[in-house]
Every structure is written in structure tokens, then in C-alpha cells.
């Protein structure tokens, strides 16, 4: 399977998410020949789109640290809606309040309860209200660390997104002779 937008890349399958430790663990192993530290990686969730830098691929080779968190918002819980479809925040998410933001940036994205348990994906965002693709029992968002706030995270992947590994071969002609760089394989030069 290869992504319109990568032609040429590898996809690959969420399968765990490691949220805490900014770790995607894959469906297949990657290259274990120490040239994807450093290199980019992209995530597709429907319409949501994301890159994150590669920091070292972890033993067995199917799973990867990312330099940074893919953690987009965080808020108590005030209430459900009577279907439970959706959640009002304390705090609306940022980036679409934000003057100049069109709205549908979070769709897409995955919202999960502070134990990182639930794994429900944004509908959309109205406001402080995140609309869910399906109900929420109360169980998915418990108080795991006792503090008296039932907290919701929105994390910009996870399990089942698309991930693509590009490759860029660049092609010099010297003297005549084509000279091949970068990771891809070519033939036929």
C-alpha cells in the first residue's frame, strides 16, 4: 500500500500506542540499519495529517521514540451530552480558537481518558464541546490518579493511522554517467 501524497514510501499500520513515552509501536519491523534516527515520519487519520522526527528505533525493531509528543490538548471533563456523543471541556481546545484556524484541525485525532484506555476519534470541535465517532460510557474517562478531575487528552495519532516512511533518490549525471543518492533503490541506470 503506498500513499498518493509519498510515492514511494512505506506504510506501515499503528498497532500499540505508547502514548507516555512518545512511542508508536508498528504492525511490521522496520530497517535495522540505523538510517531512520533522525529521518521524518508521517501519520495519516482520515484527513488529519502529521510529521514527527524519528529518535532511535527501539528492539524488536517494529516500534519507534519520537522527538516530540503527539499530545495536541488536555482538559477536565464538565459533563456529557445526554447521547454521551460528545464532552464539554473546562478549557476549549487551542488551535481552533486560535484567529485564523479553520475548524476541523482535531478531526480525526484520537481522544483517550487519562489512564490512556479509551480510544474514541474527534467528529469535530465546537467550542469547548469534542464530539466523538461514537458514545462514551463515564468508565472511559475515570479519575485514574485520584485528584477529583476527569481529565481529556487528544493526541494527534493513533492505533490504525497510516504511517509512511518516505525514501528521496536523487539521480547526478557526471561525465555522462548517472550516479544514484539517497536511500531508495533505482534500476536501470
Do not use: W
Request: with cysteine; proline share 7%.
Amino acid at each position: 500500500m503506498c500513499l498518493a501524497d509519498a510515492p514511494g514510501g512505506q506504510v506501515y499500520l499503528l498497532d500499540i500506542l505508547r502514548l507516555a513515552g512518545n512511542v508508536l509501536t508498528l504492525e511490521q519491523k522496520l530497517p535495522a540499519d540505523g538510517a531512520l534516527p533522525g529521518k521524518m515520519l508521517y501519520l495519516r487519520a482520515g484527513t488529519h495529517r502529521t510529521a514527527y522526527r524519528i529518535l532511535e528505533v527501539l528492539p524488536p525493531g517494529n516500534a519507534v521514540r519520537l522527538e516530540h509528543s503527539g499530545l495536541l490538548f488536555r482538559s477536565k471533563i464538565l459533563n456529557f451530552s445526554g447521547d454521551r456523543m460528545s464532552l464539554t471541556t473546562e478549557l476549549p481546545p487551542p488551535i481552533e480558537t486560535g484567529k485564523g484556524f479553520k475548524p476541523g484541525y482535531y478531526d480525526g485525532a484520537l481522544v483517550t481518558g487519562e489512564d490512556l484506555r479509551a480510544q474514541y476519534r474527534v467528529r469535530k470541535v465546537d467550542g469547548d464541546r469534542v464530539v466523538l465517532d461514537r458514545p462514551a460510557p463515564d468508565t472511559d474517562f475515570p479519575d485514574s490518579d485520584g485528584d477529583g478531575r476527569r481529565m481529556v487528552l487528544v493526541f494527534e495519532h493513533g492505533p490504525g493511522d497510516d504511517v509512511v516512511l518516505p525514501h528521496s533518490v536523487f539521480v547526478r549525471v557526471v561525465d555522462g554517467k548517472a550516479e544514484q543518492q539517497g536511500a531508495g533503490g533505482l534500476t536501470g541506470f
